[in-house]
């Protein structure tokens, strides 16, 4: 058994246990505009940074607050906000939202199909690295 898979199947997916990082795994985030203006950010999209270290170790990573996309400690524009976004650094250099693991709870995966995405994540094929099928 991987150490990710020690990790998934050490809490109770389905009830969300105390226990779990998923039981409040999300941050209230606002963003303050160049303009003085304050924008409430999704949730969903930040993680705490104890479900962030969780995830990291469960998946051989290491914790940043740099998004893949954007220079070390800045935003563009003069925008700035009022928490950390954490993301996780994997092995194979590829970089994640952690919260996206919480999302998957939170809209009622499986732990089998939990089991499933994290192999892809780790390859690089996971369902936000891939392009939407055409229609």
Do not use: C, K
Not at 6 to 24: C, E, H, K
Not at 102 to 116: L, W
């Amino acid at each position: 058994m991987n150490n990710w898979q020690q990790w998934l199947s050490s809490f109770d997916l389905q009830t969300g246990a105390v226990n779990s990082p998923f039981a409040n795994p999300f941050l209230n985030a606002t963003e303050t505009n160049p303009d003085g203006s304050v924008t409430p950010l999704n949730p969903r999209n930040w993680s705490t940074l104890s479900l962030a270290q969780q995830v990291a170790q469960a998946l051989g990573g290491q914790v940043t607050t740099t998004p893949p996309s954007w220079a070390a400690g800045s935003l563009a524009g003069g925008f700035t906000t009022n928490q950390p976004q954490y993301y996780v650094n994997l092995p194979n250099g590829q970089t994640i939202n952690p919260a996206d693991l919480a999302n998957m709870f939170t809209h009622g995966y499986t732990v089998a199909e939990m089991q499933q995405y994290i192999p892809q994540f780790l390859n690089n094929t996971g369902p936000a690295n891939t392009a939407p099928a055409s229609t």
